[in-house]
């Protein structure tokens, strides 16, 4: 009998994509999954909904947009729903494991194209690159507090002391390992707010990579941030940057799909953790697309916006619903 086992390969020995450290089966799949669930938790706790949106945006005024403007809210509105459609219908297969990863696909591209639109109906910008479009999300709905809550959780900095701490008073002693399954919203912000954390690690990671690449740190002819003049330019570097929900999304997106291949397609335990995986998806993307519809709803004003739903209701190609969203 053969010796062979990918578990064995992948989490001894690594592989191209990942030179410098192998996948960690102990966390790996659980984070991915429990942090989805901790969001489904909160979204139904606080009752993300359209209504709901539609409260908590009541003070948002109408405002003036081209034709073309009108239309990249509409159409980043139409890709959002579309993508809920497709997790709708993913929820009916009964071996989530063979759908783990397109769900995964299906759920991100959902919030950007709706963090898209909200951008859109805020200011009437468009971006092309997806973390253009996670720092005017964050710099003009999670920062300003107009975002709902779970999509409100943030950092504003990567200094490692100071995001630290922002994050202990935002989860205000609700800890949470994400190794666990949160079972209600005290447990789901804990869990919330710990993967908040690790993404602001990464983020930091990421930001001091790049800055050991500049001509700025090359100059200091240093390898490392020793000495106090490679620590200076670093914490300049970080003390500006935020972490928000769709900071911690296109993370996701990568991690999940990506790193995890062997976690969400491999093991006999894996289906197990994975049955409430793609109805957790759904949830948390539906809070989303409500939330932005009822933001943009309120910039576009109530005619415009309801000849937009009705006319995507008689025409969608797909099964879902916008009324069952946007009402």
């Given at each position: ?5 990918l ?5 001894t020995q ?23 669930h ?26 003036a947009f081209?034709?073309q ?17 497709a ?47 996670a ?6 709905f ?15 900095t990567?200094?490692e ?22 079972s ?5 912000l ?15 990671w990421?930001?001091?990579e ?14 490392n ?18 972490v928000?929900?769709?900071h ?6 990568g991690?999940a ?21 793609i109805d ?14 009822a933001?943009?709803?309120k ?8 000849e ?14 916008p ?5």
């Amino acid at each position: 009998m053969s010796d062979f086992s990918l578990y064995q390969r992948f989490t001894t020995q690594g592989t191209l994509s990942d030179p410098g450290e192998v996948p960690d089966p102990r966390f790996a799949l659980p984070s991915t999954v429990n942090w989805m669930h901790a969001l489904a938790v909160l979204v139904e706790s606080d009752g993300v909904r359209f209504s709901s949106a539609l409260s908590f945006y009541g003070r948002v005024a109408k405002r003036a947009f081209t034709p073309q403007e009108e239309n990249s809210i509409f159409e980043q509105l139409l890709f959002s729903l579309h993508q809920l459609s497709a997790l709708e219908a993913l929820r009916q297969i009964p071996c989530k494991a063979d759908v783990a990863r397109v769900g995964i696909v299906a759920w991100y591209y959902g919030i950007y194209s709706a963090a898209s639109a909200m951008v859109a109906a805020q200011d009437g910008s468009f971006q092309d690159d997806h973390t253009g479009t996670a720092n005017a999300w964050d710099r003009q709905f999670a920062a300003t507090g107009i975002a709902m809550v779970p999509f409100s959780l943030r950092v504003s900095t990567l200094l490692e002391a100071n995001y630290k701490a922002e994050v202990d008073a935002l989860k205000g002693g609700a800890s949470f390992d994400l190794l666990s399954k949160p079972s209600n919203p005290v447990e789901a912000l804990g869990a919330s707010c710990a993967y908040l954390s690790g993404s602001a690690a990464w983020w930091k990671w990421k930001a001091e990579e790049a800055l050991k690449q500049s001509r700025e740190f090359k100059a200091l002819n240093v390898t490392n941030f020793r000495t106090k003049a490679a620590r200076d330019m670093r914490d300049s570097r970080l003390r500006g940057k935020s972490v928000s929900f769709l900071h911690q999304a296109f993370r996701y997106r990568g991690k999940a799909n990506y790193r995890e291949a062997l976690f969400l397609g491999y093991g006999a335990h894996a289906e197990n953790l994975l049955a409430e995986y793609i109805d957790d998806l759904a949830a948390v993307l539906r809070g989303f697309t409500s939330m932005a519809g009822a933001f943009a709803s309120k910039r576009l004003g109530k005619t415009l916006w309801d000849e937009f739903v009705n006319d995507l209701e008689q025409n969608r190609t797909f099964q879902l619903s916008p009324k069952s969203v946007w009402s």
